[in-house]
């Protein structure tokens, strides 16, 4: 006779989620501190070491706590045990948060360190109200503008969007086929980095990296340093009053989540306007998966617009081909890129 398996409750789970900002913040503080990137420099580093270099007052106990926590979590590797622990970064650390590479992707913890910390303690604020949580709220001013007239902020705010992205415009670039194609807009293109990625896999493309006159610099720079000036130029101008520029690729990374549903139709007309027969958008988003219950990241991100733009979301593919549909695009397909990210395209 089977014997039928009875789960038992457990608080685990509940517990683990509602004290979820603690593993955080241990992250958030040792990206703060730099201490990745000083483990990339110097590996193996006793708690000695890393209480010097990292300026540290609190005892050794609270420091193998500090460190131990990282460990457990994944993001250090650890030799010995206490007095004879020994910390190294993991790959992924070593890679992504070493402030020396140039596949550092920091920025957004740092954004989220010194900003977005405080605007999701609102998220019950943003849902009882349906309105924006940031500082923002009280100058009228929009996020971008308050980014934007702040330089150093609106620096670690570009370093933070090309972070998190960078990863899915490498993929982009290499797993869309872009043999059929010449151009490529990037509207909203920031500091350059998807028209380098897209030029730099595929020598045949020139591409264009579009935005407001703030990111000329930024732009150039990322040019300058992969060496791509034959391939990709820098425009500046506002695609709402402007319009873009006639290319048979237009992209647009983490643009169509800043706004309304309408105003998100709108851009995709904006697009579809600059594209020849044949041509294609494409949008590179934390799209969210069509039952709404496996893309916890694109949900949560969504969350994030809420309370820091008011009126964005995320979306899921349905949504972006209905959209599609009404700029008059013909059809529509989904491309997983990196982690929970997708290329959402449209085929003019």
């Given at each position: 006779m089977q014997t039928e398996t009875v789960t038992k409750p457990s608080p685990a789970a509940i517990l683990q989620m509602g004290t979820g900002f603690w593993a955080s913040k241990v992250l958030l503080t040792a990206v703060e501190f730099e201490l990745f990137t000083q483990l990339e420099k110097h590996p193996n580093q006793t708690v000695k070491d890393i209480k010097s270099n990292l300026d540290l007052k609190c005892t050794d106990r609270n420091t193998y706590d500090f460190l131990d926590c990282?460990?457990?979590?994944?993001?250090?590797?650890?030799?010995?045990?206490?007095?004879?622990?020994?910390?190294?970064?993991?790959?992924?650390?070593?890679?992504?948060?070493?402030?020396?590479?140039?596949?550092?992707?920091?920025?957004?913890?740092?954004?989220?360190?010194?900003?977005?910390?405080?605007?999701?303690?609102?998220?019950?604020?943003?849902?009882?109200?349906?309105?924006?949580?940031?500082?923002?709220?009280?100058?009228?001013?929009?996020?971008?503008?308050?980014?934007?007239?702040?330089?150093?902020?609106?620096?670690?705010?570009v370093d933070g969007m090309t972070g998190v992205q960078m990863g899915n415009f490498i993929a982009l670039a290499q797993q869309f086929d872009f043999s059929n194609y010449k151009t490529l807009v990037d509207a909203g293109g920031s500091a350059g980095v998807l028209s380098v990625m897209v030029a730099k896999n595929n020598p045949h493309m020139n591409c264009t990296t579009f935005d407001l006159p703030a990111l000329k610099s930024m732009a150039t720079e990322t040019i300058q340093k992969f060496k791509m000036a034959d391939h990709v130029k820098v425009m500046n101008g506002d695609f709402f009053k402007d319009g873009l520029p006639?290319?048979?690729?237009?992209?647009?990374?983490?643009?169509?989540?800043?706004?309304?549903?309408?105003?998100?139709?709108?851009?995709?007309?904006?697009?579809?306007?600059?594209?020849?027969?044949?041509?294609?958008?494409?949008?590179?988003?934390?799209?969210?998966?069509?039952?709404?219950?496996?893309?916890?990241?694109?949900?949560?991100?969504?969350?994030?617009?809420?309370?820091?733009?008011?009126?964005?979301?995320?979306?899921?593919?349905?949504?972006?081909?209905?959209?599609?549909?009404?700029?008059?695009?013909?059809?529509?397909?989904?491309?997983?890129l990196a982690g929970p990210a997708s290329a959402a395209i449209a085929y003019k």
């Amino acid at each position: 006779m089977q014997t039928e398996t009875v789960t038992k409750p457990s608080p685990a789970a509940i517990l683990q989620m509602g004290t979820g900002f603690w593993a955080s913040k241990v992250l958030l503080t040792a990206v703060e501190f730099e201490l990745f990137t000083q483990l990339e420099k110097h590996p193996n580093q006793t708690v000695k070491d890393i209480k010097s270099n990292l300026d540290l007052k609190c005892t050794d106990r609270n420091t193998y706590d500090f460190l131990d926590c990282l460990s457990a979590l994944g993001f250090l590797n650890r030799e010995g045990l206490l007095e004879t622990s020994r910390y190294s970064n993991t790959i992924d650390t070593g890679i992504f948060l070493d402030k020396a590479k140039p596949s550092y992707i920091g920025g957004i913890l740092e954004m989220q360190n010194e900003q977005g910390w405080n605007v999701w303690a609102k998220l019950d604020q943003g849902l009882k109200t349906g309105l924006i949580q940031h500082d923002v709220k009280n100058n009228g001013e929009t996020i971008f503008d308050f980014i934007s007239n702040n330089p150093e902020m609106f620096k670690k705010f570009v370093d933070g969007m090309t972070g998190v992205q960078m990863g899915n415009f490498i993929a982009l670039a290499q797993q869309f086929d872009f043999s059929n194609y010449k151009t490529l807009v990037d509207a909203g293109g920031s500091a350059g980095v998807l028209s380098v990625m897209v030029a730099k896999n595929n020598p045949h493309m020139n591409c264009t990296t579009f935005d407001l006159p703030a990111l000329k610099s930024m732009a150039t720079e990322t040019i300058q340093k992969f060496k791509m000036a034959d391939h990709v130029k820098v425009m500046n101008g506002d695609f709402f009053k402007d319009g873009l520029p006639k290319a048979d690729i237009v992209t647009m990374g983490n643009v169509l989540h800043d706004w309304d549903e309408e105003t998100k139709i709108k851009l995709m007309k904006i697009a579809y306007d600059a594209l020849p027969k044949g041509g294609v958008f494409i949008a590179i988003e934390h799209v969210i998966d069509n039952e709404r219950k496996e893309n916890v990241f694109g949900l949560m991100m969504s969350l994030n617009m809420l309370i820091e733009t008011g009126d964005g979301f995320n979306y899921t593919f349905d949504d972006f081909s209905k959209w599609a549909k009404k700029a008059g695009f013909s059809s529509t397909e989904l491309m997983p890129l990196a982690g929970p990210a997708s290329a959402a395209i449209a085929y003019k």
